[in-house]
Each structure stands twice: as structure tokens, then as C-alpha cells.
């Protein structure tokens, strides 16, 4: 089981960056997005499609389709500059990440 | 404040055994579904292994099944995981994280295990 993401998006400051994720299963489960900084402990950013984590500022919303979850970025700041990786489970219940995104604040 | 911090790492021969820990504070441990989850230089995260709060639940990735054996030790507050049978496709940055049965809500900085000759 393969959760897709885009290898890269780049965003200049204050503009909307989307993230999008893909996957069978996600119809039946819920998405999660980690965000991961050199040298960081890796957080969470968006649990259950669209909740947000306390402490993740407002600009972090989640939304889901389908077979695809999105994690947008609003006003898009530096220090988003990130790699952010979807996160489900498959049909044994399993844990499945995506193939991370590089996002990149130009 | 949930606080993970892993120990362990470091240069290892192929064939090798190593043993990593985390030491968590800030939350009932023993409350707690904890996984390992890794990441090799220039590749994504790859989840390895869960154990419940009893430890009477174990699970693994079949890419460690049978070399890495997941243990806790509730009244120390701590985290295992002995890796056996290393290679080269196991030098990355190996990550606990305290595990919500459905997500990852907290982690630790992680610990590198290098694996060469």
C-alpha cells in the first residue's frame, strides 16, 4: 500500500502552499502530516484529515476528497520550510507514510 | 512537556548488533502504544515497530521482522529496540515516538545508527 505525494512545491512568502497525498485506502482512513526539519524532532501538524494539534499555528488546515488528503499552508512563512510527509494506515492496519514532500519558501 | 529523548546510536560494523533506547517523561508511559520509526539519509519515514503500553502487543514492519526486537521497561520509562543482523540499509536516523493507536502525536529527536565497514 502507497500513500503519493508530490516530491516538491515551491512557494514564495505569504502565498498558499498545498500538499496533496493519495491513496486507496484513505476513503476508509484517516490522514495525519508530519512536518520534519534537520536536526528537529519531527511534528505533527494535522491529525484526522483536518484537526489541528495544539500549538500549530492557524496557516496549517487539512481537508480530504476521496482517495486524497491536502494539507494546505495559508501565508506561507520561512520557517515552513520543511519536508512533510503523509501518514494513514493500510487495510491491516498497518502505519504507511508518503513519499514526503519538500516544501520550499523561495 | 512529552519528552522523548533516544540514545544508542552510532558507527556499526554489517553483521553487527546494536541497542537503541528512548527515555520518555512528561506523560504516563505505560499509558502509552510506543513505535520506532527510521529514516535513511535522502529517503522518507519508514515506520519499524509498535509495542503497547503492557507490552503484551507487538507489531513490525516486514523489512526488520525476525533481526529487531521491540522491549519496555515501564518502571524506568524507557524504550528498546535491539537490531540484529545489521547492513548498510539500516544506517539512518531511528526515531521513538509515543504512538496514539492511529497517528505519532509526539517525538524524539532521534539517534544515528551508521552501518560500515
Known amino acids: 500500500y502507497e500513500l503519493t505525494q508530490p516530491p516538491s512545491v515551491s512557494v514564495s512568502p505569504g502565498q498558499t502552499a498545498r500538499i496533496t497525498c493519495s491513496g486507496d485506502a484513505l476513503p476508509d482512513q484517516f490522514g495525519y502530516w508530519y512536518q520534519v526539519k534537520p536536526g528537529q524532532a519531527p511534528a505533527l501538524v494535522m491529525y484526522k484529515d483536518n484537526e489541528r494539534p495544539s500549538g500549530i499555528p492557524e496557516r496549517f488546515s487539512g481537508s480530504s476528497s476521496g482517495t486524497t488528503v491536502t494539507l494546505t499552508i495559508s501565508g506561507v512563512q520561512a520557517e515552513d520550510e520543511a519536508d512533510y510527509y503523509c501518514q494513514s494506515a493500510d487495510s491491516s492496519g498497518t502505519y504507511v507514510f508518503g513519499s514526503g514532500t519538500k516544501v520550499t519558501v523561495l | 512537556q512529552v519528552q522523548l529523548v533516544e540514545s544508542g546510536g552510532g558507527l556499526v560494523k554489517p553483521g553487527r548488533s546494536l541497542r537503541l533506547s528512548c527515555v520518555a517523561s512528561?506523560?504516563?508511559?505505560?499509558?502509552?502504544?510506543m513505535s520506532w520509526i527510521r529514516q535513511a539519509p535522502g529517503k522518507g519515514l519508514e515506520w519499524l515497530s509498535y509495542?503497547?503500553?503492557?507490552?503484551?502487543?507487538?507489531s513490525y514492519a516486514d523489512s526488520v521482522k525476525g533481526r529487531f526486537t521491540v522491549s519496555r521497561d515501564n518502571a524506568k520509562n524507557s524504550l528498546y529496540l535491539q537490531m540484529s543482523s545489521l547492513t548498510a540499509a539500516d544506517t539512518a536516523i531511528y526515531y521513538c515516538?509515543?504512538?496514539?493507536?492511529?497517528?505519532?502525536?509526539?517525538w524524539g529527536q532521534g539517534t544515528l545508527v551508521t552501518v560500515s565497514s
Open positions: 515516538a509515543r504512538d496514539t493507536g492511529t497517528n505519532f502525536d509526539s
Open positions: 512528561g506523560f504516563t508511559f505505560s499509558d502509552y502504544y
Open positions: 509495542i503497547s503500553g503492557s507490552g503484551g502487543t507487538i
